[in-house]
């Protein structure tokens, strides 16, 4: 049992919890739901140990010792919990890299390699009963700047549990990120540990399917419980991998991206090769496939973030990469948002406030469109809040806004929604409806067929 009284939460000096209580018996498994913003992670942050509790009680009835070190190495030892974005938990000893280091990292002796991670104990996951398709074998002589988010996932529940099997496993977002496959592996493999092992989970989540185990919900709003309820079972539905186009049109029109014979290796390995891809103006693609095919590393090439662009036979805007044309000729044409523009925030900028990032990346910033932008996101909450205290929802709708601030001819939008509640799903919706000219081209990667239908018309898979 995990029992917490009359808690009160202190970041910042901005008192969020206060005076909550709230009981998970043995045997309850928990998904945390609730607005972006609302307390899920610091809950998760409380339980783990990872903020402190100046006021209230935190009881565990599997946690005994005379002193307080002794409680504490105990809960290290059977209270695991994995962060939403947690590469730099892997990364302590590197300073300095920047969003674009998975694709220039490599020989960087800073940056370790999967195996380094796991250390000694990598030999144990073969006594692991995990799936095939989540096994990490083929990752293991990666930098893990090159993994994908969905790989990263993988390696870091993997590292945890190869520690020592926990008592308490806590989860901010597990599932964000997985294709299809990976999330029902994953769905699976907790409900083995919570079977064998005993293992309790508490997850945060918003809107995927769950594992079997999950038998309870609590929905916080506001950094208090708006209610505690039975989960239902949920359905969860394979992405389509039809590649057709619903429109025939598409070669009467200019060509944005052209890309013929790619192929994408680092060592031995190849990722991509043999890779055509032509996309017109106002063309809607969806670029789907496994964690790991090169969705985002395609993302990068287009996005003049790769250095093997200059190699390849790729031509932005009708021009060929590397012909005379710059970085930032390219990049003033194209909006991007991804998961590294939050995983690799400079330490510079965790300091400053929401607006004050976005206005550092912004030097001919219009105030009057971020405004308008902090409405239509009910941003007004956090925009004034520093970037290191914001949730994970929060650092996704910053990028989200941050990119939005003025029109561009294409748009590439990697896991656009990831982290955000069903309402701010919606305004982003809402957004794209509405700023959507037809003209205007998107490339869209998504692990989700709700995506597929309501905004692409093509489908690539990789």
Known sequence: MIEIKNAVVIKSGNKLFDNFSWTINDGEHWVITGPNGCGKTTLLELISGAIHLPHGELIFNFIAGDTWDERYLQRKRKIHYIPANAIHTLLSEAQGLYYQQRYYSIGDERIPLVMDVLGKAREEIKSLPIPESFSID????????????????????????????????????????????????????????????????????????????????????????????AVVGSVTVALPINTASNSNDSHSRIPVVEIRELKIQYGDQIVLQNFNWAVHQGDRWALIGKNGSGKTTLFSMIFADHPMAYSQQISLFGRRRGSGESIWDIKRRIAYVGPELVSYLAP??????????????????????????????????FIGKPVRFLSSGELQLMAIMNCFLTEKELLLLDEPFQFLDPLQRRNLSRFLQSHLHPETTLILITHYADDLAEWTNHTKKV
């Open 138 to 229: 083929h990752l293991l002589n990666l930098e893990v700047t090159r993994l994908s988010n969905g790989q990263l996932k993988k390696v870091l529940l993997l590292k945890a549990l190869l520690t020592e099997i926990p008592k308490v496993l806590l989860l901010d977002y597990p599932f964000e990120g997985l294709d299809f496959d990976s999330r029902e592996d994953l769905c699976d493999f907790i409900d083995f540990l919570a079977s064998t092992y005993a293992v309790q989970i508490i997850l945060v989540d918003n809107h995927h399917h769950l594992p079997k185990v999950i038998n309870r919900r609590l929905v916080l709003n506001s950094f208090t419980v708006e209610r505690e309820e």
């Open 348 to 381: 510079k900028s965790i300091g400053l406030s929401a607006r004050d990032y976005i206005r550092s990346v912004n030097k001919k910033l219009n105030e009057s469109n971020l405004s308008a932008l902090v409405t239509h996101f009910a941003a007004q909450d």
